[in-house]
């Protein structure tokens, strides 16, 4: 948990300074920086795209999980229980001319925190091997993140680290238990094709979150969460059957 725990204390404290920042802030200058992060979203999104080894793969990860996400009405869910969050707790506050609205703060910052594949990979690498050199440089990118998206949207942002800690930390968890089982640890390869295509797959996911947040298009980026799992599944049904690359 050492890894996670660093991630969960770098996000406190990028948040906390967003927010302390964000009442000094013009509205614009906001605007501006959170923009700023999106740009460094996209770039992150490309990056992990380029991992892949066939791009077919993560394409058609997208395709299958848009299609079980939307039949599952994954988004359709979160939103309702965020409005009903919302309902039930009324914390929108008004700072100037922005408002700040702790559901969808918190919504936004935990998919931005929890979607990428560095989540899932750091996960099993600190569980299986105790290394958690990845999930660190992941705490200290996403503490400089919630700098500007606390200032935006306010302290909703904090409650993310709770969302960190219960995926990063469940999984870490899983893998560690499944170790102690298995000989998986010693086959578990980072620069396997199924982590690969998982991490191209999370880039996808990664820009539509970047888009979104810079209001271009709205895409339902929590129906595309199907796609994380189907990635790995593919590689192995391919490999299974002769057909890696």
């Keep these: 948990m050492t890894g996670t ?22 509205t ?12 460094i979203l996209l770039v992150i999104g490309v ?12 394409m058609a990860s997208i395709v299958i999980g848009a299609i079980l996400g939307e039949l599952m009405g994954i988004e359709e869910f979160v939103r309702r229980l965020a409005e009903r969050i ?28 929890c979607v990428g594949p560095m989540a899932v990979v ?13 999930l660190t440089l992941k705490g200290v990118m996403e503490g400089l993140i919630a700098i500007p998206i606390a200032a935006c949207m306010g302290p909703g942002v904090l409650l993310s680290a709770g969302s960190v800690g219960i995926v990063q930390g469940g ?13 998986a640890g010693s086959a578990f390869d980072p620069e396997s094709l199924w982590i690969m295509e998982l991490t191209a797959t999370g880039g996808i996911m990664i820009l539509c979150v970047a888009l979104s947040l810079l209001e271009l298009k709205k895409i339902r980026v929590i129906n595309l969460a199907p796609a994380l799992i189907i990635a790995p ?5 391919l490999e299974r059957f ?3 690359w």
Aim: some cysteine; charged content about 15%.
């Design 233 to 237: 599944l593919l590689v192995m049904l």
């Design 86 to 113: 919302e309902t039930r707790w009324s914390m929108q506050v008004k700072r100037g001319k922005v408002v700040w609205n702790a559901p969808r703060a918190f919504m936004t910052s935990s998919l931005v925190f």
């Design 5 to 26: 725990l660093i991630n969960i204390t770098a996000i406190l404290i990028g948040s906390t300074i967003g927010i302390v920042l964000g009442n000094r802030l013009q």
């Design 122 to 134: 750091g996960s099993i690498q600190e569980g299986l091997f105790g290394d958690y050199e990845l």
């Design 242 to 244: 002769g057909l890696a």
């Design 47 to 58: 990056n992990m795209i380029n991992e892949s080894g066939n791009i077919l793969i993560p």
């Design 171 to 183: 999984l870490a968890g899983l893998a560690k238990t499944i170790g102690r089982f298995t000989m």
């Design 28 to 39: 614009k200058m906001q605007e501006l920086v959170l923009q700023g992060v999106c740009m």
